[in-house]
T-cell receptor
């Protein structure tokens, strides 16, 4: 199966700083990736669609200036949480699929962000 | 808006059969997927239905009725390792598996 790798697995940062999370497709090219956020014991909430070579598409209510997404290559998308605050503490996870219409999404292992 | 409804918790014993229902109301529908997530882990794919009917994969089966906007995941011969959260997710048209998840069902399997 396809492998999606996310880095770091966990990060602790001070309030007001920025944190970058990487999502890589290791053995396939992904023109589109998705970023989700998950609070404890809750569902995965779609934040944005990351498109290689173009701007990301954000879901309603997600601040695009706070959650910067860059998809500069076919195997890497990054999510930068800018000016992080304690309420941004969450589990961030990315996904990608092999081809259009493929039925299975492959998820990274997730990044646990704690803002102190 | 988009909404998916599934029970919040289910409890069962080893060897039993459990059915987790999911009803959905979304704009755009390509299919219904099911994912399993253990605490602290990433979701893993279980099954997918694009057409009405039952799909069977080992101990897990999934059903879809598009006319009723309803599906379910059936878990048979439950094992302790099946204790996890199960999410139904609508796959949106346009490909690449854009998913909108339900709230999740926490399954606890007891001896």
């Amino acid at each position: 199966g396809a492998v999606v790798s996310q880095h770091p697995s966990w990060v602790i940062c001070k309030s007001g700083t920025s944190v970058k999370i990487e999502c890589r497709s290791l053995d396939f090219q992904a023109t589109t990736m998705f970023w989700y956020r998950q609070f404890p014991k809750q569902s995965l909430m779609l934040m944005a669609t990351s498109n290689e070579g173009s701007k990301a598409t954000y879901e309603q209510g997600v601040e695009k200036d706070k959650f910067l997404i860059n998809h500069a290559s076919l195997t890497l998308s990054t999510l930068t949480v800018t000016s992080a605050h304690p309420e941004d503490s969450s589990f961030y996870i990315c996904s990608a699929s092999l081809t259009t219409g493929n039925t299975e999404a492959f998820f990274g292992q997730g990044t646990r962000l704690t803002v102190v | 808006g988009q909404s998916l409804e599934q029970p919040s918790e289910v409890t069962a014993v080893e060897g039993a059969i459990v059915q987790i229902n999911c009803t959905y109301q979304t704009s755009g529908f390509y299919g219904l997927s099911w994912y399993q997530q253990h605490d602290g882990g990433a979701p893993t794919f279980l099954s997918y239905n694009a057409l009405d009917g039952l799909e069977e994969t080992g101990r897990f089966s999934s059903f879809l009725s598009r006319s009723d906007s309803y599906g379910y995941l059936l878990l048979q011969e439950l094992q302790m390792k099946d204790s996890a959260s199960y999410f139904c997710a609508v796959v949106f048209s346009g490909g690449y598996n854009k998913l909108i998840f339900g709230a999740g069902t926490r399954l606890a399997v007891h001896p």
